[in-house]
Every structure is written in structure tokens, then in C-alpha cells.
């Protein structure tokens, strides 16, 4: 599947809504992105730019079992193999940008805020934020990659590298590990990072 230039700016400024477990099901990971690119409106599926490597470092850690084809679209099968494991996906800012750049500091930290309050409602284990630039602005403070010092509520915090192909210093692999360790950190995998 592909699309033209003309095609993916029409979807600026659509939304993706949250992938996350329903009923009974409880939220264990909650990854966050810093906001929906594009190809992810045009298919309603996170981090689905044929470059973005997100999805192949899941599978690399283990965090899914089975390749997700993210350029066609997420299949309902995918979603709800998601959800059965505890794990949802979100955004800081809802609107579908070309690049993150596009946003302003007051769109990510109401994102902030809008975050904040989804985590004190569904009460995941572990929130992963992808990209310590977005998590420093949405949130008015100093971090490092890796677990934060401080929880929400009773969510433990990490900040993990973004998986763009445009933050080109991370690879699949340096990538599995740092989602690895906030997925083994939930519970959503076991044992030791693969190696």
C-alpha cells in the first residue's frame, strides 16, 4: 500500500483515536507517541510509517508475537492481540502532522494534561513515552531515557527513545531493549532482554 503526497496531506489534522483494552481487560503498557504522522491517519494505525520502526522493535523484544504489516494497516486481529495483552497506544497531541516539529509546546502540554488524566482513570502498570524532547515540553521538567523517579499514581514512568526513522542514532535493536524493559517492567514479558 502507498500513497501520494496529495493523498497523506489530506489526512492533516485527522485524528487517531487510542488503542486500548475494553471491558474488563486491564491496561498493563501504555505506550504514548507524541502524535500521529500522517500515514498512521490515512491507515488509523500508530507508528505506521513504512520507516518508522516501532512496531518491528515490539516484535524484536517480544512485546508482540507476530509481524504487524504497519504501512498496510493494523487488522482487527492485531488490535485485539494488543488489547488481550494489556497494551494500549496514544498520543500527546490527537492531530496528524507531516513532523512533530509542526506542534506547539501549549498542544503538548494540554496533551500533557489530557495524558495525566487517562492515566489516573485506566491505572496502567507502566506509560511509555516516546521521545524525551516531547515528554521534557509536555511536562515542564528535566528527563533522562529510561524509568523517571517519579510515578503517576501508581503507574511507574518511563521515558523511552522515539522510533521515527527521522531520530536516526536508534536502531531496532537499541530500541527493543528500551521498550523491552518498560514491557518486562509491566509484565508483559518475562525473563531476561533478548540477546
Do not use: K
Not at 15 to 32: I, M, S
Request: aromatic share 6%.
Amino acid at each position: 500500500m502507498g500513497f501520494t503526497r496529495d493523498q497523506l496531506e489530506s489526512f492533516r489534522d485527522v485524528e487517531v483515536p487510542d488503542l486500548l483494552p475494553t471491558g474488563d481487560q486491564p491496561l498493563l503498557l501504555l505506550f504514548v507517541g507524541i502524535n500521529p504522522g500522517l500515514w498512521t491517519a490515512a491507515t488509523q494505525t500508530h507508528f505506521a510509517h513504512p520507516g518508522n520502526r516501532f512496531w518491528p522493535a515490539l516484535l524484536r523484544a517480544g512485546v508482540v508475537t507476530h509481524p504487524v504489516d504497519q504501512a498496510a494497516g493494523m487488522t482487527e486481529d492485531d488490535r485485539d492481540a494488543l488489547r488481550r495483552r494489556g497494551i494500549g497506544i496514544t498520543n500527546l497531541a490527537a492531530r496528524a502532522t507531516a513532523r512533530a516539529d509542526e506542534l506547539t509546546p501549549e498542544e503538548l502540554r494540554r496533551g500533557g494534561e489530557r495524558l495525566r488524566a487517562l492515566v489516573a482513570e485506566r491505572r496502567p502498570r507502566v506509560v511509555a513515552v516516546a521521545g524525551v524532547t516531547a515528554y521534557r515540553t509536555a511536562f515542564d521538567r528535566r528527563a533522562a531515557a529510561g524509568e523517571q523517579p517519579a510515578r503517576w499514581g501508581a503507574s511507574r514512568v518511563f521515558v523511552v527513545p522515539n522510533p521515527s526513522g527521522l531520530n536516526a542514532h536508534e536502531t531496532v535493536d537499541t530500541l527493543a531493549t528500551a521498550y523491552g524493559e518498560a514491557a518486562r517492567a509491566a509484565g508483559v514479558v518475562d525473563g531476561p532482554p533478548p540477546g
